[in-house]
């Protein structure tokens, strides 16, 4: 070999080797650099920079907020399912976490399933002293050609629920003129006979959803007053109507004609409840009346404990308690016979207007707050405790839970003007429907528990599937219009 070559190769080994040799005569307190140093022939790789728990989804969520939650893809989703069954299935591989079905992404206790943090190490090495029977569910049969245990063979044969679509836009939009926009008053109600009864101006109209048909119940204008709010028995029979001037007038919807005419308030009634032939209406006169149809009006119980309007009225499912909620920020809670609140709730910094009682759990009340609050709040009115809260972004106007599920829809006003469907416990959104350009003000349940309907400022009615993926009917095709359809 020419004696000048080997010196050069010689010496640009020898330059090579320099960065090793001087980080070895480094303190210890100093660390060397992360990037790769080749020595010789041999190139050692580093890992100093590796994340195992985020290649492995060891993500512990409960470090999130929930804004960050909310924002999260719904892992409700095919694309999400599939995320947690490909990390379920690692952690089988890797792991030996003995995982045998998917669990649900939008169940309770899906953070302590497959995404919790585990505390062993990621590799393990074991030495097995005894062999596992082939036919053990930790161990594959020697006759197998798949290289997954049986834990992951159960995983990818466990039943899948199919992923729950709920469409973002409605399937019915009716026009509805003079539908006023303002807060405090309830105007629209659906019935048990799938009757639709909607206050425009100083009219009440009733809409069918099975036949499309409209009808003009009563026009207060010849009294020159005005309606504020409307409601329907639990029957689907009687409808009353709260007015301007402080009347509660009773309406028989197969006949068309009124029944009687309550008096009693000096304001507008802006919320009424019926709790079987009771009827309980709030006003802004800030007096709650309780009268029986059946009865003189002069039998009536007056409840005072709201010092400004009363705007929201709600029975639990029992009949045994009566939920108020005023612009004074206060929710209340009634007996059927006490003149005074057993209880009473001041955490809302805004009006409380949307109020529902769950039907699924015993004394479980839910509440939201106005601009100025944007909470929903969960109370247990069996030990007077507030549960849990979360800020919604924007003024809460309307609760409604599912008959079905433990599922319920929120409506919203300023700022954003969207409807919510959440998930409880874990108050998860299962779906946020947009369309409406003025504040979602009103809200009502059809009959089945399958859809919604929502009303606004903006003059429209919008009919939305929010708890069923399919209908168990099939929609008429007849043109549906109140006054004119909106396209």
Known sequence: M????????????????????????????????????????????????SNWSISFHY????????????????????????????????????????????????GDDRRHAVL??????????????????????????????????????????????????????????????ELQDDFYLN???????????????ACVYLWSACTSQVTRLCDLSVDGDSVTSVCWNERGSLVSVGTHKGYVQIWDAAGGRKLTSL??????????????EQLSSGSRDRVILQRDVRTPPSAERRLQGHRQEVCGLKWSPDHQHLASGGNDNKLLVWNSSSLLPVQ????????????????????????????????????????????QSTDTGSQVCNLAWSKHANELVST??????????????????????????????????SPDGEAIVTGAGDETLRFWNVFSKTRCTKESKSVLNLFTRIR
Do not use: M
């Not at 798949?146 to 063979?153: A, D, E, I, R, T």
């Open 344 to 387: 009473q709730y001041s955490d809302h910094l805004a009006a409380v207007k949307a109020i529902a009682w769950s039907p699924h759990q015993h004394g479980l009340l839910a509440s939201g707050g106005g601009t100025a609050d944007r909470c929903l709040r969960f109370w247990n009115t069996l030990t007077g405790q507030a549960l």
């Open 263 to 276: 008096e009693g308030h000096s304001a507008r009634v802006g919320a009424l409840a019926w709790n079987g």
């Open 187 to 201: 105007l629209v109600d659906w019935s048990a006979g799938n009757l639709l009864s909607v206050g425009l101006g």
């Open 2 to 49: 020419d004696q000048e070559y080997e010196r050069r190769l010689l010496r640009q080994i020898n330059h090579q080797n320099l960065p090793s040799k001087a980080c070895l005569t480094k303190s210890l307190g100093a660390a060397c650099s992360p990037v790769s140093v080749k020595s010789g022939d041999r190139f050692i790789p580093t890992r100093a920079g």
């Open 116 to 177: 919790t943090q585990d505390s062993r190490g990621l590799f393990r090495y074991t030495v097995h002293t005894k062999r596992v029977p082939f036919d053990s569910d930790n161990e594959v049969s020697p006759y197998s050609l798949s290289p997954l245990s049986n834990k992951s063979h159960k995983l990818l044969r466990s039943p899948r629920k199919p992923a729950r679509k709920i469409s973002k836009i409605p399937f019915k939009v009716l026009d509805a003129p």
């Open 412 to 445: 919203h006003g300023y700022s954003q003007n969207q409807i919510l469907v959440w998930k409880y416990p874990s108050l998860t959104q299962v779906a946020k429907l947009t369309g409406h350009s003025y504040r979602v003000l009103y809200l009502a349940v």
């Open 59 to 106: 993500a512990n969520e409960n470090c999130r907020s929930p804004s960050q939650n909310y924002k999260a893809k719904d892992a409700g989703s095919d694309t999400g399912k599939d995320a947690v069954a490909y990390a379920a299935l690692l952690r089988n591989e890797l792991l030996g976490a003995g995982i045998d079905s998917v669990p649900d992404p939008h």
